[in-house]
C-alpha cells in the first residue's frame, strides 16, 4: 500500500538536508573570518610590540650615551634608517648600538627613522616642518615603522638632550 504522503516526506528531508548544509556552510565561513581577524589582531599586537621595544631601546641609548656622541651624531632623514641591537661586546656592560638599514624579524621589517627637528624661536613649539634655520640640535624626531604583508604601523616621537 502507498501512501500519498510519500513524496512530500523524501521531499521534506531533502530541504531539511539543505538547510542544514546552508547553516553549515554559513558557520564554517564564520569560522574562518573569526580565524582572520584573530590572525591580523596578533600580527597588530606583534607590530605594535615591536615599535614600543624600538622606542624603549632609543631613550635607553639616549640615556646612556653622550648627545653629541650618540643620537646627535647619526643621519637623518628616512633614506638612513636604522635598528638597534644588543652590543655585546662586553657580557658585564650590554647596550644598544646602532646599525644602518632595517631589521627583519620572522615576518616584520623594522626600522628607525631619525629626523632633525626645529622650533619656532618665539613659542618654542615644533615645527611641522623642518627649517634648518630654526634648528634645535637638542631634539630628534624618532619614526619607528614595523611593517608586516601590505600594512604599515608606526610611532612617533621626540627625544631631547636632557642631560643638558
Same mark, same amino acid.
Given at each position: 500500500?502507498?501512501?500519498?504522503?510519500?513524496?512530500?516526506?523524501?521531499? @521534506?528531508?531533502?530541504?531539511? /538536508?539543505?538547510?542544514?548544509?546552508?547553516?553549515?556552510?554559513?558557520?564554517?565561513?564564520?569560522?574562518?573570518?573569526?580565524?582572520?581577524?584573530?590572525?591580523?589582531?596578533?600580527?597588530?599586537?606583534?607590530?605594535?610590540?615591536? /615599535? +614600543?621595544?624600538?622606542? @624603549?631601546?632609543?631613550?635607553?641609548?639616549?640615556?646612556?650615551?653622550? !648627545?653629541?656622541?650618540?643620537?646627535?651624531?647619526?643621519?637623518?632623514?628616512?633614506?638612513?634608517?636604522?635598528?638597534?641591537?644588543?652590543?655585546?661586546?662586553?657580557?658585564?656592560?650590554?647596550?644598544? +648600538?646602532?646599525?644602518?638599514?632595517?631589521?627583519?624579524?620572522?615576518?616584520? /621589517?623594522?626600522?628607525?627613522?631619525?629626523?632633525?627637528?626645529?622650533?619656532?624661536?618665539?613659542?618654542?613649539?615644533? @615645527?611641522?616642518?623642518?627649517?634648518?634655520?630654526?634648528?634645535?640640535?637638542?631634539?630628534?624626531?624618532?619614526?619607528?615603522?614595523?611593517?608586516?604583508?601590505?600594512?604599515?604601523?608606526?610611532?612617533?616621537?621626540?627625544?631631547?638632550? !636632557? +642631560? +643638558?
Amino acid at each position: 500500500m502507498i501512501h500519498k504522503n510519500s513524496g512530500f516526506i523524501f521531499l @521534506e528531508v531533502i530541504v531539511a /538536508i539543505a538547510l542544514v548544509g546552508i547553516t553549515f556552510l554559513s558557520l564554517l565561513q564564520v569560522g574562518v573570518q573569526i580565524l582572520t581577524i584573530a590572525s591580523s589582531i596578533r600580527s597588530t599586537n606583534q607590530a605594535d610590540g615591536l /615599535i +614600543k621595544e624600538s622606542m @624603549e631601546a632609543v631613550r635607553v641609548y639616549r640615556d646612556g650615551k653622550d !648627545w653629541q656622541t650618540g643620537l646627535a651624531s647619526l643621519n637623518t632623514g628616512s633614506s638612513n634608517p636604522y635598528h638597534l641591537e644588543i652590543d655585546d661586546a662586553d657580557a658585564n656592560n650590554l647596550i644598544w +648600538k646602532w646599525v644602518a638599514g632595517e631589521e627583519t624579524i620572522g615576518k616584520f /621589517i623594522r626600522k628607525i627613522i631619525i629626523d632633525k627637528v626645529s622650533r619656532d624661536p618665539v613659542t618654542f613649539a615644533i @615645527e611641522s616642518s623642518y627649517n634648518s634655520s630654526h634648528d634645535n640640535a637638542d631634539t630628534r624626531k624618532i619614526t619607528a615603522i614595523v611593517q608586516v604583508g601590505a600594512k604599515t604601523h608606526q610611532a612617533v616621537t621626540y627625544v631631547t638632550n !636632557w +642631560k +643638558k
